[in-house]
């Protein structure tokens, strides 16, 4: 049986880094669907659509985040293959400086700015002070959102993966928390639910500092010396998985522009719940990337290339059995999902959210894969791949499929556009996988000579 990381099966340094990984994930998601619980039941469906309106710049400050960590994460993984500790614990901190500066330039920009950014985001006079009270918070707290994310993907690649999920797991249980105090309780409204949001960041922030400042045999927080040079190599690797964050942001952006025009103000109230639960789907999918990618990297710099593809194959055998399960699930129990957003009395709305749901899901079979290779293409350094399939995934393909099948088939063509659009994006994927496979074996046997 093969070993992984400490001599254990191969299987299970897989599972150990990958499950954490999607339990945070889902937290997650589950406390961005925590926001909308409590707006919906707190405030009303004008507040559920703003926030929607809103979740675009969420997702762009995640995929700021993203941009810096995942490459971050990936060099210092080839490091620690390589053993080069004092490389890799001098990127670490180099990094935590910037992306402490990159949040709060962020932050400071769209305050300065927001009813403007309101306004691009798709804010009318009814939500528009709703996504601006919203918006706001998340402004303030935007550092927090970016330099947790980055420590979380750091702690992984330190080997420690369940601190990860305690730090997610305690953000999340912050955010019900106050979610509930402040928007049922204070009747602080979307205001209140963006503030929670963004306390509870703060909360995850502080619980990985405390690892690093007490964990310090392998990453820590110490002086560096400069090398802005490597961030040429890092936003080149991170670029795929930032297009795919926000790749979330321009399909909410797309579908509320192609919906506000074939189906009408009740349809954006209708796409916002889908939403939410797509962001489960996603976050599943995203999670099991995640997790892989750090074994994936640290194998790659040790040049064992028969492990790291079987870290693949176990990806892709984990991507089906998800999909196949949240599918099934949301067939034979859709309305269950739906109503945790939308009361039953409003049988029209709440029928046809239904309806678009068990349309709608069917992407989930195709998008896995998608994500998975991209990350997997970016974790071996080749983000040049990855960066196709990002673009073809997060806007060229959607947009193709939005425009195409809402004119052929209406408002059942808006709820297929997302399967056909990763069918597409599928077929790309694939085609740049077995080209990489390709020139990957010719250089091993090549090497070998």
Known sequence: MERGKGGKPLILTFLRFVIPSIISMWIFAFYTIVDGFFVARGVGPVALAAVNLSMPFNNFVFAAGLLFATGTSTVISFALGRGDLERARQLFSQNLVCVTGLGLLIGGLVLLNLEKVAYFLGATEPTLEYVKGYVRWIAIFAVFFIVSYNMEVQVKANGAPQVTAIGVSACGLTNIV??????????????????????????????????????????????????????????KIGIPNCFMELAGGLTIFLFNFVILRVI?????????????????????????????????????????????????????????????????????AGGKAVGVFLEEENAGLFDVTVDALRLYCLSFLL?????????????????????????????????????????????????????????????VTIKLYERWKKQADFAVSHAAV
């Open 178 to 235: 106050l979610d509930y105090v402040f928007v049922m309780k204070l009747g602080m409204g979307i205001g209140g639910a963006a503030l929670a949001t963004g306390l509870s960041q703060v909360i995850s922030t502080s619980i990985f500092l405390i690892y690093f400042a007490t964990h310090r045999k392998n990453l820590r927080i110490q002086r560096f010396r400069w090398d802005l040079g490597v961030y040429k190599q890092i936003i």
């Open 264 to 332: 009408g103000e009740e349809g954006v109230i209708c796409y916002t719940v889908l939403a939410y639960i797509f962001t489960v789907a996603g976050n599943t999918m995203s999670g099991i990337t995640q997790g892989m990618q750090p074994l994936v990297s640290f194998y790659y710099g040790a040049k064992q290339h028969q492990t790291f593809r079987r870290i693949l194959r176990y990806g892709v055998k984990t991507v089906f059995v998800c999909s196949v399960i949240m599918v099934a699930g949301l067939q034979a």
């Open 367 to 427: 998008m896995g894969y998608n994500i998975l290779i991209s990350g997997f293409l970016t974790a071996i350094n080749s983000p040049n791949y990855s960066l196709v399939i990002s673009v073809c995934r997060s806007f060229l393909f959607l947009a193709i499929s939005l425009a195409v099948m809402s004119a052929l088939f209406g408002a059942a063509g808006i709820w297929l556009a997302s399967l056909v659009s990763e069918g597409m994006c599928l077929a």
